[in-house]
């Protein structure tokens, strides 16, 4: 084939996912459809993260950035996904099952597969669509950042850790075959709490790829055979303060630019660092995240002026999930059971005024009503449900539970949401 043939084929504007943005935009990516959730009920919004307020004040102008002007992805397609996932890994995902144990939420296990598909998976492909077309923006204005993605947990064939496609390996790979000529190696810093094993999976054995990784060591994922894949491997403690965390980003920040000397970044921003977050168990205080950010651009854009990318890669590991547990609609809209058909209002009501910005709502049906008295039914047997009554509502995996009559009152529903 000729080269220019082949030039045509590879250019960025046969990607759909390569959109072009107005001047008056910023390379900030979002969308409503990133938000996982059911009945529409979820409330997450991008401007409540502390990621969010970091950044802007990095650029220092705030009243600049308006919804308008936030840029839309589009949603990543199964060709789209294909050039990195297997057909195999792909395939799994339609059953709710695999995708319950991918994202470790295990009530998707038993939602049907279109609401798994519509509801959960479908905002990750928005994210991941987001997350490739940062990859363009960000050689065009020198960085950009998707507020969502970074599921540094997937690979080509295989999910977990609540991510179901490896996006960034899907970005550096489209940069590699779109933007050949400019982009040929790419430098990933990734300073969420934990490994990002998915992607140091997919480029075990690639040069042009530079990991930097700093990590919790003490939780998960453990992935001693991904950890080959890293060549600037920060592996640090619990409760690692400010003062240790941001000496050890500044001294292997600056070692893998000069030893690697990309022409690209990738930034992983997990904010699963700060003190506090029951996952992460770092003791990094918001300041620190602050300071933490400003060090990568001013390192990588300032000094350097490298295009960089930024995901937020907020998953639902750092969420609050919240399931209510109801008898199934007939084909008249209604449950048959009268307790959860008085509580919708009232819970309604609730999730509307008082749902925490990082929590996230579903409703699992249990099924009929000779199902639910069966006393062999899953959710009264499961070691994880142990339902006696419906409705019930649940934060999942502490033990803040009301069940029936207390679900009749907004106000105590309001208290299983506040903050402990
Ligand atoms: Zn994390």
């Given at each position: 084939?000729?080269?220019?043939?082949?030039?045509?084929?590879?250019?960025?504007?046969?990607?759909?996912?390569?959109?072009?943005?107005?001047?008056?935009?910023?390379?900030?990516?979002?969308?409503?459809?990133?938000?996982?959730?059911?009945?529409?009920?979820?409330?997450?919004?991008?401007?409540?993260?502390s990621?969010?307020?970091?950044?802007?004040?990095?650029?220092?102008?705030?009243?600049?950035?308006?919804?308008?002007?936030?840029?839309?992805?589009?949603?990543?397609?199964?060709?789209?996904?294909?050039?990195?996932?297997?057909?195999?890994?792909?395939s799994?995902?339609?059953?709710?099952?695999?995708?319950?144990?991918?994202?470790?939420?295990?009530?998707?296990?038993?939602?049907?597969?279109?609401?798994?598909?519509?509801?959960?998976?479908?905002?990750?492909?928005?994210?991941?669509?987001?997350?490739?077309?940062?990859?363009?923006?960000?050689?065009?204005?020198?960085?950009?950042?998707n507020?969502?993605?970074?599921f540094?947990?997937c690979?080509?064939?295989?999910?977990?850790?609540?991510?179901?496609?490896?996006?960034?390996?899907?970005?550096?790979?489209?940069?590699?075959?779109?933007?050949?000529?400019r982009?040929?190696?790419?430098?990933?810093?990734?300073?969420?709490?934990h490994?990002?094993?998915?992607?140091?999976?997919?480029?075990?054995?690639?040069?042009?790829?530079?990991?930097?990784d700093m990590?919790?060591r003490?939780?998960y994922?453990?992935?001693?055979?991904?950890?080959?894949?890293?060549?600037?491997?920060?592996?640090?403690?619990?409760?690692?303060?400010?003062?240790?965390?941001?000496?050890l980003?500044?001294?292997?920040?600056?070692?893998?630019?000069?030893?690697f000397?990309p022409?690209f970044?990738?930034?992983?921003?997990?904010?699963?660092i700060?003190?506090?977050?029951?996952?992460g168990?770092?003791?990094?205080?918001?300041?620190?995240?602050?300071v933490?950010?400003?060090?990568?651009?001013?390192?990588?854009?300032?000094?350097k002026?490298?295009p960089?990318?930024?995901?937020?890669?907020?998953?639902?590991?750092h969420?609050?999930?919240?399931?209510?547990?109801?008898?199934?609609k007939?084909?008249?809209?209604?449950?048959?059971?009268?307790?959860?058909?008085?509580?919708?209002?009232?819970?309604?009501?609730?999730?509307?005024?008082?749902?925490?910005?990082n929590?996230?709502?579903?409703?699992?049906?249990v099924?009929?009503?000779?199902?639910?008295?069966d006393?062999?039914?899953?959710f009264r047997?499961?070691?994880?449900?142990?339902?006696t009554?419906?409705?019930?509502?649940?934060?999942?995996?502490?033990?803040?539970?009301?069940?029936?009559?207390?679900?009749?009152?907004?106000?105590?529903?309001?208290?299983?949401?506040?903050?402990?």
């Amino acid at each position: 084939m000729a080269l220019s043939t082949l030039n045509e084929l590879n250019s960025p504007s046969k990607n759909h996912l390569y959109k072009d943005i107005g001047l008056d935009q910023w390379p900030i990516i979002y969308c409503a459809n990133y938000n996982i959730g059911f009945l529409g009920m979820e409330k997450l919004h991008p401007f409540d993260s502390s990621k969010w307020r970091s950044v802007v004040r990095f650029l220092r102008d705030a009243q600049m950035i308006t919804n308008a002007t936030i840029v839309q992805p589009n949603e990543a397609t199964k060709e789209d996904l294909l050039t990195v996932h297997t057909r195999r890994y792909l395939s799994s995902l339609k059953w709710s099952i695999n995708v319950a144990r991918v994202l470790e939420v295990a009530p998707i296990a038993v939602l049907p597969s279109f609401l798994v598909q519509r509801k959960v998976l479908r905002p990750l492909r928005y994210q991941t669509g987001g997350t490739i077309l940062a990859g363009k923006l960000a050689l065009e204005r020198g960085w950009a950042i998707n507020i969502g993605g970074g599921f540094h947990h997937c690979s080509s064939d295989r999910g977990g850790g609540f991510c179901a496609y490896a996006d960034l390996t899907l970005l550096i790979k489209n940069l590699f075959t779109y933007y050949s000529d400019r982009v040929k190696k790419v430098l990933i810093v990734d300073l969420d709490a934990h490994q990002g094993n998915g992607y140091e999976h997919d480029f075990l054995n690639d040069d042009r790829v530079f990991i930097m990784d700093m990590y919790n060591r003490q939780i998960y994922p453990h992935d001693h055979e991904a950890k080959s894949a890293i060549k600037c491997k920060v592996e640090l403690t619990n409760h690692t303060n400010d003062k240790t965390y941001l000496r050890l980003l500044h001294i292997n920040l600056e070692k893998s630019l000069n030893e690697f000397r990309p022409d690209f970044v990738v930034y992983n921003a997990g904010t699963d660092i700060l003190e506090g977050d029951p996952l992460g168990n770092l003791n990094i205080t918001p300041e620190g995240v602050v300071v933490r950010d400003e060090i990568v651009f001013s390192k990588c854009i300032r000094d350097k002026q490298l295009p960089i990318v930024m995901c937020t890669s907020d998953g639902i590991e750092h969420k609050r999930i919240f399931v209510l547990f109801s008898g199934s609609k007939g084909k008249d809209g209604h449950s048959w059971c009268p307790d959860c058909v008085a509580a919708e209002k009232p819970i309604e009501e609730a999730v509307k005024s008082s749902l925490p910005s990082n929590g996230v709502f579903i409703e699992c049906f249990v099924g009929d009503r000779a199902s639910w008295k069966d006393t062999n039914c899953p959710f009264r047997t499961d070691s994880q449900t142990r339902l006696t009554d419906i409705p019930t509502l649940v934060e999942w995996g502490t033990p803040k539970r009301l069940v029936e009559r207390e679900l009749l009152d907004t106000e105590t529903i309001k208290i299983l949401f506040e903050e402990d």
